[in-house]
């Protein structure tokens, strides 16, 4: 049996680490687990559509929230896994959560950018302004940040992401988690509006809680990009009998 200095306690045994993604919502079953760490990133928002005006800006999806933690020691049994999907465009990203006995912790949906379906929203990250509403969105804190103001005439402002405020077009920078075993960045801004052209906002890619791109028009209507869908992943020990 090996012996192992385990947070200031002597344990004669055996230890063995497990690490599981979800990319999907869930259950996790814990058994004699000693400590788990977790990454909680929610799904983004969507990017801010634009109707059929002259020259209309719209604003980035704020990136989903970004929360990490641990625990010693969680109490045998079930957690629920929750898995937030990504906005889609002009909406707002949905939360991802872990909940049981000794672990509720919850990250918060990016908010929308600008756009067709309202002003730019807080979320994890907030949405970035556009044409109608310059102003981008608060983000929550401990998960995100602000959304970028829309400059007229230029850009709409990128969605707030996990690492940083965003700007005008860029995104929020995100975070980077390698509690994969890899280092990954998740939960980065949408760009804001481009300054020409006819432009349909990009999507967020799944499973990064990314925001949704805006949408810039001339004369024409277009469409924001759906949000990321979040991630939940646990890195725990458990003792081997």
């Known amino acids: ?82 898995v937030g999907g990504g906005g889609a465009a002009s909406t707002n990203g949905t939360n991802s959560s872990i909940a049981g006995t000794s672990i509720n912790v919850s990250a918060t949906g990016g908010g929308r950018g600008d756009g067709t379906g309202g002003a730019p929203a807080i979320g994890g990250s907030g949405g970035g302004g556009g044409t109608a509403n310059a102003t981008g969105a608060a983000g929550t804190s401990g998960q995100g940040n602000a959304g970028g103001n829309f400059v007229a005439g230029t850009n709409g402002g990128g969605g707030g992401g996990a690492g940083g405020t965003g700007g005008a077009p860029t995104g929020g920078v995100g975070k980077s988690s390698s509690i994969s075993g890899a280092a990954v ?34 004369n024409a209507a277009g469409t924001g990009g759906a949000g990321g869908s979040g991630i939940v992943i646990v890195k725990y020990l458990f003792a081997v009998s």
């Open 1 to 82: 049996m090996g012996s192992h200095l385990l947070f200031g306690t002597q344990q004669n045994q055996q230890l063995s680490a497990v690490t599981r993604t979800f990319s999907a919502s869930g259950t996790l079953t814990l058994s004699n687990v000693l400590n788990i760490e977790y990454l909680i990133v929610a799904g983004g928002g969507g990017g801010g559509s634009r109707a059929i005006t002259n020259a209309s800006y719209g604003g980035g999806g704020g990136a989903g929230g970004f929360v990490t933690g641990s625990t010693i020691n969680p109490v045998n049994g079930s957690y629920t896994i929750t």
């Open 185 to 218: 960045t998740y939960a980065t801004g949408g760009a804001g509006a481009p300054t020409t052209g006819n432009v349909n906002g990009a999507a967020g890619a799944a499973n990064t809680g990314n925001g949704g791109g805006g949408a810039r028009r001339q």
